[in-house]
Every structure is written in C-alpha cells, then in structure tokens.
C-alpha cells in the first residue's frame, strides 16, 4: 500500500514483538520506511485518533475481542474515516457455510479459546513438516527413493498432511508453494510456546520445530513458503528430496 500511494503514511500494529521487527525489516527493504512505521499494540488499545483508513485483514475473527477492537477502530478513525474488513469468504445464509470447511466449532465461552485452538493445531502443522523434513532427508540419503518413501508412509501410521499434500505437491517438484510462510507459521509457533510457557506446559518438542523455524527464517527469510523449511536440513546434509525415477 506505501508503494502503491507514495503521498500517504502508514502505521501497523501486532501485539506480536517478532512479527513487529519482520515488518519493520520488510519496509526498510521495499524503501518505504520513512513512510510507514510498525508498533506493538492491541487491536482495542493501538494509539493514534484520525485515522482515514483502517485495514483489518483476516484477523477480527480470531480476536477474543472483536466487539471491543470493532469500537475502538471506530473511534480511532476520522470523520470522514473508513474501515477496511478482509475475512474469509461466508455465505449470507448459515445453512449455506455448513459444509467440511466452514462447519462451526464451539471451543467454549472464554475469550481467546479459538485464538488458543488455532495455535494448537498450527503447531502440529509445524511440527509435521519439521518432522516430515529430517526423515525425508535421512531417507534419501540413505539411497531411499522419495516418492516410494511417500507412498509407503501414507500407507503406514507415519501419514500427515505434510506427507499426504505438502511434500508431493511443493517439496518433491520444487515448487515449495504451499501457500503461508514461514514467517507466519514462526509467529503462531513462538504466541503458543509464549502461551504454554505461562501455563506451565513443558513444550520441547514443539520448542525444538521453532528454532528449525527461526533457522529458516534466519537463513532463507520469513517471506519464504513453509515449506522450505526443509531446505536447512538438506543444506547440511548434502542431499535434495526432490522427483526421480522409480527404482
């Protein structure tokens, strides 16, 4: 958007420290840092009064207070002011959005428990595709094919969605274009070991995939598809996962 109006000005706001310094370093990249500035803030405390455009991008329903960020958008912006709300795509109708995708889950009353819900089935997601990297690269190194190593896994109890969908379709072709980056998978992973860690959960093999996550980042970028999270592993281990022949 900075690139797009070069006369306007920018603020960004994430309760998310990490995610703050990413977009930070980001604007600087794109030249447009004297123009837009990120800052650590709640969606129902960020600061500032006169706002002409407020922009909420698939976020308010994850938020365990939306009625309070909705009122403190509107009173944030200026008279003339407009708010920008980007969700997911929804039927009018509820009858119509009852399908496998959009069926309704109720986690309980408490605020933030499908914030929390969200976190604990990301970092399986996570953990799946770090997990699913090491194996593939021990097995291909040790002379396995890897679309035989696939096949007999997704036969087997090892199966997951990484095995099922990502490494057929973005790791074995070299595509690595699942969809969401690895910056985005570090931000949940690092709000649920933060969340565990308050809770006093013991989380260490959820702790050993953030730091495959933070080397990721580190060494390829946060903007990268999640999953290039093999890429490090391969690096070090001197072998590619990728199609080949039968045999």
């Known amino acids: 958007m900075a690139q797009a109006y070069p006369k306007s000005t920018f603020v960004g706001f994430d309760y998310h420290p990490q995610s703050i310094e990413m977009a930070q370093q980001a604007a600087v990249k794109a030249g447009v840092s004297e123009r837009v500035k990120f800052e650590v803030a709640k969606a129902k405390d960020f600061p500032g009064k006169g706002y002409q455009l407020v922009a909420f991008f698939d976020c308010l329903h994850d938020m365990g207070d939306p009625d309070g960020a909705a009122r403190h958008v509107l009173a944030s912006l200026d008279a003339n002011g407009a708010w920008m709300i980007v ?130 980042c580190d060494e390829l970028g946060p903007d990268k598809d999640i999953t290039e999270i093999i890429k490090p592993i391969e690096q070090r281990a001197g072998v590619e996962v990728r199609e080949t022949g039968a045999g």
């Open 87 to 216: 969700e997911p795509f929804a039927h009018d109708r509820l009858e119509d959005n009852l399908n496998p995708i959009g069926r309704v889950f109720y986690v309980g009353a408490k605020p933030g428990l499908g914030q929390t819900m969200k976190l604990c089935n990301n970092v399986l997601s996570a953990a799946g595709s770090a997990a699913t990297s090491e194996s593939m690269v021990m097995g291909v190194k040790a002379g396995l094919n890897p679309r035989i190593m696939l096949d007999v896994i997704n036969a087997s109890s090892g199966r997951s969605t990484a095995t099922e969908q990502k490494f057929p379709d973005a790791v074995l072709p070299r595509t690595f274009n699942q969809g969401f980056t690895a910056g985005l998978m570090k931000k949940d992973v690092d709000l649920f070991v933060s969340e565990a860690k308050a809770l006093g959960v013991p989380i260490n093999v959820i702790e050993a995939g953030a730091a495959l996550l933070k080397l990721t």
